[in-house]
DNA sequence: GTCTATATCTCGATAGAC
DNA sequence: GTCTATCGAGATATAGAC
């Protein structure tokens, strides 16, 4: 179902009867997706609530057990949704030809877009992880082998190969990764408290993140840039 | 116990009573806030049991409801203690004596060491901020009239003074807050994953974190700087 | 102040009609 | 496939002994 990348025949095999499988979600089964990510991401997974999620999707308690069995399950078909649109939906924009600055303009571009769109992906995401991410353990085996390149590798590549052709001094590149997607994700956690504290940024929230891309672009890219001095 | 910095005899007033008041907690009621911290940031405000915060604590469930009267009450009394620890207890960094460099190179210390003695903070905020911020919004108005300049505001201050100066190139201080608390929060945030990912990554923790300060303070700091070109 | 025992209620899950 | 009604586990909260 959620096999992308596969590294074997076999695996292919199963990926494509995946794919068909997870393509057949019905109208029903992808709103009760869609209420569940929300439903999780504002309360996490004990504190979501069934009905909660049923009065979200426009359907009843019982449906959603006769389309995901328990909580836990459709928990778990969330979980897999995520983390695949999270890790890996975003490498392919770092696949893309181009120098150090284009790649990473148009990363940063397409990751603070994504958030944008998505809000609940990345509280998902930390709630899991601050649970102790126990589906995600779990899982992840599986996810590995059939996603060896996801978008952290990926990332990883791209600073590696930038301090070795000098496009940018020799830094840790796992270091710029946290501090890129820390960058991009904080501004959908932290405005809601930020516009609290500081009522005149309610208004610009659009424009700001507009305006964020470029001011993490330049942030990141002037301050990897060797210098003379 | 909180209240820093007040900026007229009314409010500091409160504040010295407030202080009295606060610290006025036992050690038992210590006790119970720390491991409801815990709890809370695990498993969110619904999530959490009762009987998990009694068990890390120590103590029986009864004696939570003997302190606290109930969950929510509980809840509120973690969120004050949390956020002014997240929030005003930073500032002091940031009414040091010192150029911008230097200012801004301690309180990304302080600020990541902070994180690193205290990894439930931020998540219990995060939290708040994805329910809806219910408690955060009703406790805001006495919580800004007490501090009114916690350390986002000074972080603002700190720069546009730098922008003026000439120290730093002009660029949104709102922005560039956004980039130092992104950076320095999401290491603690991402880790676990990272390091599922990248297993290599699990043995260099406490090495990342120290070498991570210097990191954030010169991807800024000359990401920041006047550029000639 | 501290504990055991218990009342009360909420929520996940199921049975069974349609 | 969809719904109503209900069971039963597990949670918050309280009563009352010590």
């Known amino acids: 179902m959620y096999y992308v990348y596969p590294h074997s025949l076999t695996i292919w095999l ?6 068909m499988a997870s393509t057949t979600f019905s109208e029903t089964e992808l709103q009760i997706l869609a209420a569940a ?15 909660c999620i049923a009065d979200r999707a426009g359907l009843n308690k019982a449906l959603l057990h006769y389309y995901f069995r328990s909580k836990d399950r459709l928990y778990e078909e969330v979980f897999t949704y995520v983390f695949h649109t999270y890790f890996f939906q975003l490498a392919d924009t770092l696949r893309a ?9 148009a990363f940063i571009h397409r990751y603070v877009d994504m958030l ?19 589906v995600f353990s779990r899982r992840l085996p599986e996810i590995v082998q059939a996603n060896p390149l996801g978008m952290p590798k990926l990332l990883l590549a791209l600073f590696e190969e930038s301090s070795r052709s000098g ?6 590149p796992f270091q710029t990764l946290i501090s890129i997607m820390g960058a991009c994700i904080y501004f959908f956690a932290g405005f809601p408290i930020f516009s609290t504290l500081i009522p005149e940024l309610r208004d610009r929230r659009d424009q700001l993140i507009e ?5 993490i672009f ?10 003379t001095e």
Chains 1, 2 share one sequence.
């Open 211 to 215: 305006e964020r891309k470029d001011h």
């Open 97 to 105: 030809e181009g120098d150090f600055p284009t790649v990473l303009r």
């Open 116 to 134: 944008n769109e998505n809000p609940a992906l990345p509280m998902f995401l930390l709630r899991e992880v601050a649970e102790g991410a126990p």
């Open 14 to 19: 199963i990926y494509l009867v995946n794919i």
């Open 37 to 51: 990510l929300e439903e999780f991401s504002m309360h996490g997974r004990q504190g979501a609530r069934m009905q």
């Open 167 to 172: 496009e940018s001094r020799k830094t840790d």
């Open 218 to 227: 330049e942030l990141v890219y002037y301050g990897l840039k060797p210098r």
